[in-house]
């Protein structure tokens, strides 16, 4: 159980344009999902936490109008980079837990954003 | 300021047992989680201490000591696929976010 699907897996785009990355919970109910993003040979860093139903909290330093986030359902949220950037290239990663204060969290497989 | 720290690279021979430590700096955490993570992958959850003690899952243990803000990992029979990094993370108890360390590195020798 507590499995988490992440897509796409890979993605390249050229500089200016938008991707979406979407994170969905299979078999459990999310009310709320994390957006990491993680450069080689680092931690993890916490872009954002997204709330069903509600908008996302961002962490300091983070854009919320280049890193848009929408948690529209109890199984889906999705992380919009917009106007990407070279820099923006990373591995981005979401996780869910079915319970968040005696549970692990499970994470999807991430995406490689390469903007070019 | 909150904060986890572990050793950034750890040495073992296959078959042997190894231990990663973590201590940390914060409060008001539910407890002390461990991930692992291959070049290229995604974190994958492997244990978990709300409570002091150890929490053992097969070949992985893990150790937490909240009066001395200390945790750690243990893998035993270490196996080559073992190797990759290794992070402990802090689930806080006011938003439910995970605080993670820099990251140990196994490196197993056959």
């Known amino acids: 159980g507590a499995v988490v699907s992440q897509h796409p897996s890979r993605v390249i785009c050229k500089s200016g344009t938008s991707v979406k990355i979407e994170c969905r919970s299979l078999?459990?109910?999310?009310?709320?999902m994390f957006w990491y993003r993680q450069f080689p040979k680092q931690s993890l860093m916490l872009m954002a936490t997204?709330?069903?139903?509600?908008?996302?909290?961002?962490e300091q330093g983070v854009e919320k109008d280049k890193f848009l986030i929408n948690h529209a359902s109890l199984t889906l949220s999705t992380l919009t980079v917009t106007s990407a950037h070279p820099e923006d290239s990373s591995f981005y990663i979401c996780?869910?837990?079915?319970?968040?204060?005696?549970?692990?969290?499970?994470f999807g497989s991430g995406t490689r954003l390469t903007v070019v | 300021g909150q904060s986890l720290e572990q050793p950034s690279e750890v040495t073992a021979v296959e078959g042997a047992i190894v231990q990663i430590n973590c201590t940390y700096q914060?409060?008001?955490?539910?407890?002390l989680s461990w991930y692992q993570q291959h070049d290229g992958g995604a974190p994958t959850f492997l244990s978990y201490?709300?409570l002091d003690g150890l929490e053992e899952t097969g070949r992985f243990s893990s150790f937490l000591s909240r009066s001395d803000s200390y945790g750690y990992l243990l893998l035993q029979e270490l196996q080559m696929k073992d190797s990759a990094s290794y992070f402990c993370?802090?689930?806080?108890?006011?938003?439910?976010?995970?605080?993670w360390g820099a990251g140990t590195k196994l490196i197993i020798k056959p």
């Open positions: 996780s869910a837990s079915p319970s968040l204060t005696d549970y692990g969290y499970t």
């Open positions: 078999d459990f109910q999310a009310t709320t």
């Open positions: 997204s709330n069903e139903g509600s908008k996302a909290t961002y």
């Open positions: 914060t409060s008001g955490f539910y407890g």
């Open positions: 201490n709300a």
């Open positions: 993370a802090g689930l806080m108890d006011s938003n439910y976010q995970l605080i």
